[in-house]
């Protein structure tokens, strides 16, 4: 809580410089002499400039990219900048924080209103001067009079003003000469990284509010599971305890101390017996399943659901998933406080507005009675348990007003009840010509949607609590999502052209198992059976993998990151293959829209064992204009591991009954000492538009370890994780 | 209960239930930051504090077994005026994501530096084997904590 409100009226002598994104909705910039909702940036008379993003900090950079826009905007040192959390009270309404399109979508409009803010003080300072404004200019704030300085600063026209000034960007027609870039470009260091170094209270958890309560809930075992018996056995008379709740299938429990709410959540859950749907489908076959379970089938590209053939020769391949966990390293909480009608919530979900919409609904608040603020937790790559912890802690603090109470989730419980990524299916085929040349191409995708955010009152049946409440609230049907971005068909669509294609997905009708959205949706098993199948009619035709890509490529950017690629990861020299050592290679565009990457990956396949020891991965992304190099290269490298993780590492388990991942030692992931050299190159477009990056080294890593592991020991895996099994090396 | 033990440097006493998490007790008693809830069972190293110059997990450790210990955390490491050569290497090489697992990453870094001054990258990772870092910050943690090392070897 940075920023309070009061202060934030009471500050003498700014300007304010609103503006609204396209597609979100226009807020009053400027009521009675205040400055309520929709502010952007807030230059004050102190020389601190405050900005107010819609979008959040997820551990991602976003804070620091946008401050190094408003820097270069306005021409001020990044040190003078701080960031606001969103708060449903001031913040504007962007509604999520995720698909890597927050520097895409912000960024060009914090820009130009820093630039129009900067405008705006020149202009007032070129009349304070009886200059011409084409006089003036200013570094950091001072005012710079035919290059010299003067005494005059932003910062001392705010304080003699003395007014709270509120440029509309939306009502400006400014002209805007670009300024140079001087943050822009550059690696700035992240501003939020001393702060947690040193443990200055940066996480949701530092939150500590005065005679705070402890909550925890106690899960169901498993999804549609009913209470058989209610017995609360010990747990209303131990240490501590101050409340009960239930409400149909919801159980929690108050207490003064954290560690006395565990032990009486755990009392409650051996007490109480409940009645077991067991009805998820075999993981054996969970393949299966998701073909043969009625569907939506689409057309995504071609005119309709039947293969195409063209007479080449033919090849064909099956590639599957399985469901991945978010697994964030903080289990998801909340802190909620309900006192005089008024309900504020503190959450690390990814969109305050839209938590805000869903909690009311379920709890039948009136929405301006409810305020949702938010302070980051660990990374969550997507929608993770996050606005369940927020809409279960609401649930409680109404049960027990006037003091905050803090919810926090076991590891059991996020790993059991956060939504998952989906499973998936994909049947691919296709025909090549003599000239080794793809000429028709059918692909089939079968999965279960990517999203299920409760993004509105509509959708708020999608919180836990909505459903395990005694008048439940129904569950959405599952969605898919439009091309061009897609969900299950995300990057379902080849970047490569080929003479006939056609793609179909299959969206299950049921969700047996919770799933939303994860860390590039479709893409990554798009990419991955995409990318491995081209590998596979290469090898078909004896050809280099990386020419027959750029064989089918018309893209020029994506030629010549492929070309790049071969370039620095030394791709001429890789070793020949069955030899144990692998190089493999994945690539895609993001969407097919956004930024491209491609990877190379070596390995080594024990032959004994067929242990993968992940050596090294040279990747090269094209992000368009860059904000923060550094930046970007963090993410990339971030994403290549979490990717390789998923890849060579991580299956949700699950019988019937039941999810059995509920630890790290049943989910495991990839640790330090797996951790391979990772070298991540970025091309030079500083006249493209900047493009999100966060996602998109997802598909192309899992695709380059797959075809690594294939070129190494002759294995091609087509289902993931990527287990080899021992095998007889060639001896070179 | 009445407990006593030194925490960051100083003396204190305090009256608790001898069976809490340690974890609990420092973050939500002595509100320090530093250690964080991952799990609670020992398998992610968030939580770690060291103890007595051993990183040791605060999840699992009941609050009487640092009687009369002395317990440092991330905060007892360094502060922005005068930081640990590992919160230094941090900074320098912007070495995380989300930052939740850094206090236990450089908790544990900072007991093996004590041990071993000039370790190879293959022992950074084997002492980190333990701890969780979801964001796939580690080739930057790894980086931090060498250059950490050749920084504190540079000052002797
Ligand atoms: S919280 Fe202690 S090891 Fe995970
Ligand atoms: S930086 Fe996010 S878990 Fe390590």
Known sequence: ?732 | MKLAFTINGQEIEIDVDPDTPLLDVLRNDLELNGPKFGCGLAQCGACAVSIGGKSVRSCVTPVRAVAGRLVVTLEGLGTADAPHPLQQGFIDEQALQCGYCVNGVIITAAALLDRNPNPTEAEVKSELAGHLCRCGAQPRMIRAILRAASSAAGQK
Not at chain 1, 72 to 92: C, E, K
Not at chain 1, 216 to 228: G, L, S, Y
Not at chain 1, 266 to 285: K, T, Y
Not at chain 1, 374 to 403: M, R, T, W
Request: one cysteine or more.
């Open chain 1, 1 to 732: 809580m940075k920023t309070s409100r009061r202060q934030f009226l009471q500050a003498t002598g700014s300007l304010v410089v609103c503006f609204s994104l396209p597609g979100c909705a226009k807020q009053s910039a400027s009521g009675a002499g205040t400055t309520a909702l929709g502010n952007r940036i807030l230059i004050n008379w102190d020389g601190r400039v405050t900005v107010y993003p819609g979008k959040v900090e997820l551990g991602q950079g976003i804070g620091t990219a946008i401050a190094q826009l408003v820097a270069d905007g306005l021409s001020i040192d990044i040190g003078r900048i701080s960031l606001a959390d969103v708060d449903t009270d001031f913040s504007p309404n962007e509604s999520y924080t995720y698909s890597s399109i927050s520097i895409q979508q912000s960024g060009p409009a914090f820009a130009r209103a820093a630039q129009i803010g900067r405008r705006h003080l020149l202009q007032r300072a070129a009349s304070m001067l009886g200059a011409d404004l084409l006089d003036v200019s200013s570094v950091d704030g001072q005012i710079v009079l035919r290059g010299k300085a003067t005494n005059t600063s932003y910062w001392t026209l705010l304080r003699e003003a003395n007014t709270h000034d509120v440029v509309d960007v939306d009502d400006v027609a400014v002209d805007l000469q670009g300024d140079a870039d001087v943050a822009v470009g550059n690696s700035i260091a992240r501003l939020d990284i001393p702060d947690k170094v040193f443990a200055l209270g940066s996480f949701i958890q530092d939150i500590r509010l005065p005679k705070m309560v402890h909550a925890r809930i106690v899960c169901p075992p498993a999804e549609r599971a009913t209470i058989a018996t209610y017995n609360v056995g010990t747990a209303e008379s131990m240490s501590g305890v101050q409340k009960i709740i239930r409400d149909g299938n919801f159980v929690a429990v108050v207490a003064q101390r954290e560690q006395q709410a565990r032990l009486a959540a755990n009392e409650l859950s051996q007490s109480i017996e409940w009645h077991v749907a067991g009805d998820l489908p075999d993981a054996q076959h969970i393949h299966d399943w998701l073909s043969d379970t009625p569907s939506t089938v689409s057309n995504v590209v071609g005119g309709s659901a039947k293969p195409i053939g063209s007479g080449g020769e033919k090849h064909s391949a099956t590639y599957t998933r399985p469901f991945h966990a978010h697994a964030s390293i903080a289990p998801s909480m909340a802190i909620a406080f309900f006192r005089d009608g008024q309900l504020t919530i503190w959450s690390h979900a990814q969109g305050m507005y839209p938590l805000r919409t869903a909690i009311a609904h379920t709890l039948r608040m009136d929405v301006d009675k409810v305020r949702c603020i938010y302070k980051q937790s660990a990374g969550c790559y997507g929608h993770n348990g996050a606005d369940d912890a927020a809409c279960e802690a609401a649930a409680i603090a109404l049960e027990f007003p006037n003091v905050p109470v803090r919810l926090q989730w076991e590891r059991a419980d996020e790993f059991a009840w956060e939504p998952y990524g989906s499973a998936m299916k994909i049947d691919v085929s296709a025909d090549l010509d003599d000239d080794s040349m793809v000429t028709a191409w059918n692909y089939d995708v079968f999965s279960c949607a990517h999203t299920s955010r409760p993004r509105d009152a509509a959708n708020a049946g999608n919180f836990i609590y909505a459903q395990h409440k005694a008048n439940p609230l129904p569950i959405p049907a599952p969605r898919s999502i439009p091309q061009p971005a897609g969900g299950e068909d995300r990057n379902a669509v080849p970047l490569y052209e080929f003479a006939a294609t056609n793609v179909v997905k299959h969206l299950a009708s049921s969700m047996p198992i919770r799933v939303s959205s994860l860390r590039g949706l479709g893409a990554y098993a798009n990419v991955f059976a995409i990318e491995s199948f081209m590998d596979e009619l290469a090898g078909a035709r004896n050809v280099d993998p990386l020419g027959f890509r750029l064989a089918h490529l018309g893209d020029d950017r994506a030629k010549e990151l492929l070309t790049k690629l071969a370039d620095v990861s030394g791709w001429s020299t890789r070793p020949k293959g069955g030899t144990g050592i692998g190089w493999g290679l994945g690539f895609a565009q993001f969407k097919n829209l956004s930024s491209y990457v491609g990877v190379v990956f070596e390995l080594t396949v024990a032959p004994s064992t067929g242990r993968i020891e992940l050596r090294r991965a040279v990747a090269v992304c094209d992000a368009g204009k860059i904000v923060n190099p550094d930046g970007v290269v963090a993410q990339i490298e971030g994403g290549i591991i979490q990717s390789a993780s998923w890849t060579i590492k991580e299956c949700l388990q699950f019988s019937k009954n039941q999810i059995t991942s509920r630890d790290w030692a049943s989910y495991p992931i990839l640790r330090f000492d797996e951790i391979p050299q990772i070298e991540v190159h970025l091309m030079q477009r500083s006249n493209h538009k900047s493009l999100g990056v966060g996602e998109s080294a997802q598909g192309p890593t899992a695709a380059a370890i797959a075809n690594a592991v294939s070129h190494a020991c002759s294995q091609r895996i087509r289902n993931l994780p990527i287990k080899a099994s021992a095998y007889d090396k060639i001896v070179s």
